[in-house]
Every structure is written in structure tokens, then in C-alpha cells.
T-cell receptor, first 113, second 112 residues
Framework: EAQVTQNPRYLITVTGKKLTVTCSQN?????MSWYRQDPGLGLRQIYY???????DKGDVPEGYKVSRKEKRNFPLILESPSPNQTSLYFC????????????FGPGTRLTVT | EDQVTQSPEALRLQEGESSSLNCSYT??????LFWYRQDPGKGPEFLFT???AGEEKEKERLKATLTKKESFLHITAPKPEDSATYLC?????????????FGTGTRLKVLA
């Protein structure tokens, strides 16, 4: 089944404790992206990747890191999480860079205390 | 600055009562405009892509249209299962970026 998977689905952590949220797609997609979704602010793009080893900032990259060492995986790293990073996170992928639908994962709900 | 604004924020309809959702956008150049549906606790699900003014696309009770400044999602004779949040997004041309910008969505509730 073609899908985007994220792990973990739920995470509660403390301020400053490094964490990684994994994202994997099995559709051989070029484009992958991370979003956060907050009430009243909608979906905001954090980082995106156009291909292996090629990434760029979205609108809210501060406090996050990403890497794309393999085409199928695009982990999101929070090296020193803070409470303002409490949010619902979505990974997405798309076959091409330009103007194509994105396929979204199921989401990761992160709480930083 | 590229921007997407959706209205209304929330909409309650009776079953069968047709209406439209609005997505206004300000971009330097439009690569594509997208509509997604999002159910509570789930990731957005793709509905339509529109590329140029005058374009229209339909799927069941939904019809999306595009002008140079806005897009409408028309819902004809909605059913309770159409209840969801509808998201609009754009990908803009410029500076070699491939960002997507989403609006804050319209929460639709269809009452039986």
C-alpha cells in the first residue's frame, strides 16, 4: 500500500531533550516536507527536500533540523525542544517538485513540557 | 509576501443546503492552487489542483474554480459526511523555492 508513515504518533517530552520524528514514504517520491499545525495558524511548512541531500527552509524552520540521506526517509530533529514546539506535525511527500498533490502522513502529536 | 486567506472560518449547513468556501491568495506568480480535506485527527487528503484562471474541476458534490485572485470550493447538496475542514494551499513561483503556503481552513459542519 502506498503510504507515508510517521513515528512516533504521540510523544510527550521535556524541554531540552533531543528527539527525532521519523518519516518514510514507499512511493519513490522526489519531494518531501514537514509541517506543523496549530489552532488558528493552520499548516505551516517547516522544511522541505527536493531530493537526497537537498533541503530548504519553509516558513518556520527555527528550532528544527532535517536530513535526507535516503530518498524514502526524511526525519525531523528537534535538538533542544521548547514548549512552543508543542504541536501536531505532518510529513508529506509528492512525486515532483512543482504543483503536484502531496500525500500526508497520519501526524505526530508532540507535547513539550 | 505570499499569502492565503480562507473564509469563512466555520460554516454550518443543513443537509442539501449548497454553499461556497472562499480562498483568496496573493502570490508573485502561481504554480498551482490546491484544495485538501482534513478529518479530525488525520492528515489532509487531496481534492483538486488548479493551475490557471478559468479552470474548474469537479468531484461528486464538490466543484473548485479559480480566478486570478481567488478560488471557490462549491458544495452542492452537501451530506453529513462532507463535514470536515477544507484547506486551500498555493505553490508560488519565485526565487527558486518550492514552498507551499496553506490557509487556516474552513471548518464545515453539515447537519442531518
Amino acid at each position: 500500500e502506498a503510504q507515508v508513515t510517521q513515528n512516533p504518533r504521540y510523544l510527550i517530552t521535556v524541554t531540552g531533550k533531543k528527539l527525532t520524528v521519523t518519516c518514510s514514504q514507499n512511493m519513490n517520491h522526489e519531494y518531501m516536507s514537514w509541517y506543523r499545525q496549530d489552532p488558528g495558524l493552520g499548516l505551516r511548512q517547516i522544511y522541505y527536500s527536493m531530493n537526497v541531500e537537498v533541503t530548504d527552509k519553509g516558513d518556520v524552520p527555527e528550532g528544527y533540523k532535517v536530513s535526507r540521506k535516503e530518498k524514502r526517509n526524511f526525519p525531523l530533529i528537534l535538538e533542544s525542544p521548547s514548549p512552543n514546539q508543542t504541536s501536531l506535525y505532518f510529513c508529506a511527500s509528492s512525486p515532483t517538485l512543482i504543483s503536484y498533490e502531496q500525500y500526508f502522513g497520519p501526524g505526530t502529536r508532540l507535547t513539550v513540557t | 509576501e505570499d499569502q492565503v486567506t480562507q473564509s469563512p472560518e466555520a460554516l454550518r449547513l443543513q443537509e442539501g443546503e449548497s454553499s461556497s468556501l472562499n480562498c483568496s491568495y496573493t502570490v508573485s506568480g502561481l504554480r498551482g492552487l490546491f484544495w485538501y480535506r482534513q478529518d479530525p485527527g488525520k492528515g489532509p487528503e487531496f481534492l483538486f489542483t488548479l493551475y490557471s484562471a478559468g479552470e474548474e474541476k469537479e468531484k461528486e458534490r464538490l466543484k473548485a474554480t479559480l480566478t486570478k485572485k481567488e478560488s471557490f470550493l462549491h458544495i452542492t447538496a452537501p451530506k453529513p459526511e462532507d463535514s470536515a475542514t477544507y484547506l486551500c494551499a498555493v505553490q508560488a513561483i519565485g526565487s527558486g523555492t518550492y514552498k507551499y503556503i496553506f490557509g487556516t481552513g474552513t471548518r464545515l459542519k453539515v447537519l442531518a
